[in-house]
C-alpha cells in the first residue's frame, strides 16, 4: 500500500506544486488512515477498501474526540488519494465516494481594531532588527500575506516604484498585491539602512532574514511577534494570520468589494472569504449595542 502512497506524494509535489506544509498535511492524514487500515481492518490492498472501512476510520476519529474540522480536513486528503488510484492504478471503486463531510463549526477569525493596529506597527528603534520588523510587519498587514508567503518573499518580488509585491501562495500560484505607501516606506527603509547589515557578506535572495543573516523562518518570525506584543504591553493574543484576518476585515469595513478582497487573499474559493463579511456584521452590532442610546 504504501507504493501508490509514495506514488501520489510525489504528484502532490512535483505536477500540483504543493508547499511542504500542505504535502505534510496529506502525509499525516494518509499515515493515520492507512496504519487504521493495515492494523485494525488487516485490509492491505488499495483495492480492497470498501466504504465501510472509510466510516469506521472516521468513528475511529470521532472516539479520539478529534474536532469536525480536522475530520473534514481527514476526509478530505481521503477522497482526493482515492481519486488518484482510482484514476492511475484502475481501481474500481471509489471507497471514500458519497460519505457526507461533518459540518465544521465557523468560528470567526480574531482581528484587531484599527487601534490595535496602530499600536503594533508603532515600533520605536533604529537599530537593524526594529527597522526589520517595522517593516515585516507592515508588509503583512498591508498585503494580507500568509506568513510562510512573507518569510518565502525575494528581494526581486518587490516592485516597490510600481508599488506592488509578488508572492507565489498555495499550489505555487501568483498574485499580484499592492502595496501601501506606510509599507512601502518601511521596506525601502530596512532596505537602505538594516539589511546589508544583517546579511553581512552572506548571499541570500530573500528579503527578511534574522540576526544571522539567513532567511528567516516561520518559526522565527512566531517568536518576534510574540516579542513585540508583550513589548508594546498589547495583551490580546495575536498570531501572524490575525494580521491577515484585520487586513480583510478592514478592506470590506471600508467599502472594497468581496471578489478583490478574494483575490488579494489568495483564496481560490469566495465562500472562504465571505467569513469576513460576517466578522464586520458582528463588529457593527457590537458598535451599536455601544453607542445606540436604545439598543
Not at 498535511?25 to 483495492?47: E, I, P
Not at 496602530?118 to 528603534?125: A, K, P, V
Not at 506606510?182 to 532596505?191: C, G, I, N, T
Request: charged residues 25%; glycine residues 6%; positive net charge.
Amino acid at each position: 500500500m504504501q507504493d501508490e502512497l509514495n506514488d501520489y506524494y510525489h504528484y502532490l509535489l512535483v505536477e500540483r506544486g504543493l508547499s511542504d506544509n500542505t504535502l505534510q498535511s496529506y502525509r499525516r492524514d494518509l499515515k493515520g488512515y492507512s496504519t487504521y487500515l493495515s492494523s485494525q481492518l488487516q485490509v492491505n490492498q488499495w483495492a480492497n477498501v470498501e466504504r465501510t472501512h472509510v466510516l469506521q476510520y472516521l468513528y475511529h476519529l470521532n472516539d479520539q474526540k478529534k474536532s469536525a474540522a480536522t475530520i473534514a480536513r481527514s476526509l478530505s486528503s481521503i477522497r482526493a488519494f482515492h481519486q488518484f488510484i482510482v484514476r492511475e492504478y484502475g481501481v474500481k471503486k471509489d471507497a471514500s465516494l458519497h460519505i457526507e463531510t461533518p459540518k465544521k463549526e465557523r468560528k470567526l477569525p480574531k482581528v484587531l481594531s484599527s487601534q490595535e493596529v496602530d499600536t503594533l506597527l508603532s515600533i520605536n528603534g533604529s537599530d537593524p532588527l526594529s527597522i526589520r520588523n517595522r517593516a515585516m510587519l507592515e508588509v503583512l498587514y498591508a498585503t494580507g500575506l500568509r506568513v510562510s508567503e512573507l518569510t518565502s518573499l525575494k528581494v526581486t518580488d518587490l516592485h516597490l516604484t510600481m508599488g506592488f509585491v509578488r508572492c507565489f501562495g498555495k499550489g505555487s500560484k501568483e498574485r499580484i498585491i499592492p502595496l501601501g505607501d506606510l509599507a512601502k516606506e518601511a521596506v525601502e527603509a530596512y532596505l537602505a539602512q538594516s539589511r546589508d547589515t544583517l546579511v553581512r557578506k552572506k548571499s541570500t535572495d530573500a528579503l527578511f532574514v534574522n540576526h544571522h543573516g539567513r532567511p528567516l523562518s516561520r518559526q522565527g518570525f512566531w517568536k518576534i511577534l510574540k516579542g513585540i506584543s508583550k513589548q508594546l504591553g498589547i495583551n490580546k493574543e495575536i498570531t501572524p494570520h490575525t494580521l491577515r484576518h484585520s487586513f480583510a476585515t478592514h478592506l470590506l469595513e471600508n467599502g472594497a468589494d468581496l471578489r478583490s478582497v478574494q483575490e488579494m487573499l489568495g483564496h481560490a474559493d469566495i465562500s472562504t472569504t465571505q467569513i469576513y463579511t460576517h466578522v464586520s456584521k458582528a463588529r457593527l452590532k457590537d458598535i451599536y449595542k455601544s453607542y445606540h442610546p436604545r439598543a
